[in-house]
């Protein structure tokens, strides 16, 4: 007896995806106006490496620190946000404290009340920093600058590899894509910080991926049928990507979800965000990627129109 693959999406789809535009532009553009209402009204909530904060290296006596007991009895010191993580082998530890209120005496005693949690018998305290808002700052500058310029070389290798229409509409995607993960991020108030700009970051370069597909099978078809209309172009090339889209994104999502299930406090935040990027940015790369093509002269008006007129003509006559 011979197993059959198993087909979540049917091959031969013909899903009319530039009628459903209809719906999609409206709804975009609300999930927009929320994200940006969201983000300067209740704002994002800012983690160590935006708010500053202390910064503990200790070491730990056995083979590896018990991460779990570390974390256990920081948790009832009541300092707020407190990050711990294996730094160069199994018994060094980085322990990140949020900036308390109350200046710096009010850090040195958070410092102290780490000190007595652990007790100087099993750990050795290496460094205390104190990372103030100014380096804060800059973090949160130099993160944003990551961000523009990828979007930036991104057009520019859209623009090269394909045509100017395609790298503005891969842009309008992408841009789509981390103002819904801000909007997220806003909404549900988890932590913020640099592993949060790493999350947008593989967000967009997994939007453009699954972009680019379409664009390049837009792109053979475009030369194959010169007759075609733009609109069915763009609904062929989507339908006969969808299957590939559809099932790599469901693979990523129950590996994320896992993640976030199983992964601990420390990633939480990373694959949160991951989780919701990569529904959005399958979202946008049918709904959204394509479609914006239509508003572009990515093929003479002469053409299209003689094309246009074409697939009229080739319409069954209604009764």
Do not use: C
Not at 167 to 182: N, P, R, S, W, Y
């Amino acid at each position: 007896m011979a197993w059959k693959p198993l087909r979540l999406i049917p091959d031969n789809t013909n899903l009319p995806f530039m009628k459903w535009a209809r719906i999609r532009t409206p709804v975009s553009i609300v999930l927009i106006i929320l994200s940006f209402a969201l983000f300067f009204t209740v704002g994002v909530n800012a983690g160590i490496d935006f708010k500053g904060g202390t910064v503990m290296e200790i070491h730990s006596h056995a083979e590896a620190a018990d991460m779990a007991g570390i974390r256990s009895k920081l948790d009832t010191l009541g300092l707020g946000e407190v990050q711990i993580q294996n730094v160069g082998g199994p018994n060094e530890v980085l322990i990140r404290i949020a900036l308390q209120p109350g200046g710096d005496a009010a850090q040195q005693e958070a410092v102290q009340k780490v000190r007595d949690a652990l007790g100087a018998e099993d750990y050795d305290y290496r460094s205390v920093e104190v990372v103030g808002p100014r380096v804060s700052g800059e973090l949160a500058h130099t993160g944003t600058l990551a961000v523009l310029f990828t979007i930036a070389g991104i057009m520019i290798y859209i623009w090269f590899r394909f045509e100017w229409q395609f790298g503005i509409a891969a842009v309008a995607t992408l841009v789509h894509d981390a103002i819904l993960t801000m909007g997220f991020f806003a909404l549900t108030q988890i932590d913020f910080n640099l592993s949060s700009i790493a999350a947008i970051l593989t967000i967009i370069g997994y939007s453009l991926n699954d972009t680019v597909v379409i664009f390049d099978r837009i792109r053979e078809i475009l030369r194959k049928y010169k007759q075609m209309p733009i609109r069915d172009v763009i609904d062929l090339a989507t339908n006969q990507t969808l299957a590939r889209t559809i099932m790599t994104s469901i693979t990523l999502e129950l590996a994320l979800i896992a993640l976030f299930v199983f992964g601990g406090p420390v990633i939480r935040s990373f694959t949160a965000a991951m989780i919701w990027g990569i529904f959005v940015a399958t979202a946008s790369s049918i709904f959204i990627g394509g479609p914006i093509l239509i508003y572009f002269n990515i093929r003479p008006k002469a053409v299209e129109d003689k094309a246009s007129a074409a697939a009229e003509k080739a319409k069954p006559a209604k009764v």
